[in-house]
């Protein structure tokens, strides 16, 4: 979907060492001061665009989002995926590289808490506890923007109901 996006976005940077982490999930306390103006746009486009993962471990990292408007799980554990650092192995150490996916997904504007949870290729929990960070964009979007596009796309039926005899 193409809505008209504000072209000036914040940017938070979310290290792991500063959430408060129990098992596999993180959760970050967001200041109102992170955002540029907290009375941009009525909803907010978020994405992975950048992070680091720096573990010495043969397995990927797969980061969900939770708190998202417009997206559903099969994996009744996990939220919808907002990135992943794939293994980058040689014979002595491990590196992992950010996969982009282009997914944004749509929530609630300047949320004051952000939850990451984190799991493994074979989607066991993974407890990450530093040596991560990530970067979120938000890109805001107007409550009409939102209800032109909707209306755009709205359902309406291409045959007539048939009359009854």
């Given at each position: 979907m193409n809505y008209p996006k504000s072209s000036i976005c914040d940017y938070v940077n979310l290290f792991f060492a500063?959430?408060?982490?129990t098992s596999?999930?993180?959760?970050?306390?967001?200041?109102?001061?992170a955002?540029?103006?907290?009375?941009?746009g009525d909803y907010?486009?978020?994405s992975m665009v950048d992070g680091v993962?720096?573990?010495?471990?043969?397995?990927?990292?797969?980061?969900?989002i939770d708190n998202v408007i417009?997206?559903?799980?099969?994996?009744?554990?996990?939220s919808p995926v907002l990135g992943c650092f794939t293994n980058v192995t040689n014979?002595?150490?491990?590196?992992?590289?950010?996969?982009?996916?282009?997914?944004?997904?749509?929530?609630?504007?300047?949320?004051?808490k952000i939850t990451i949870k984190t799991f493994e290729h074979d989607l066991s929990a993974e407890n990450v506890t530093s040596n991560?960070?990530?970067t979120l964009k938000f890109q805001y979007l107007s409550k009409n923007a939102v209800k032109e596009q909707n209306n755009a796309v709205a359902f309406t039926p291409a045959f007539p109901e048939p009359k009854s005899f």
């Open positions: 500063d959430a408060v982490v596999n999930e993180a959760v970050f306390t967001i200041p109102a001061s955002y540029l103006n907290n009375e941009r907010v486009l978020v993962y720096f573990a010495n471990a043969e397995h990927s990292l797969i980061l969900t417009n997206a559903y799980s099969t994996n009744a554990s996990m014979e002595a150490n491990h590196k992992h590289i950010f996969i982009p996916n282009g997914v944004s997904y749509l929530m609630h504007p300047n949320p004051s991560c960070y990530i």
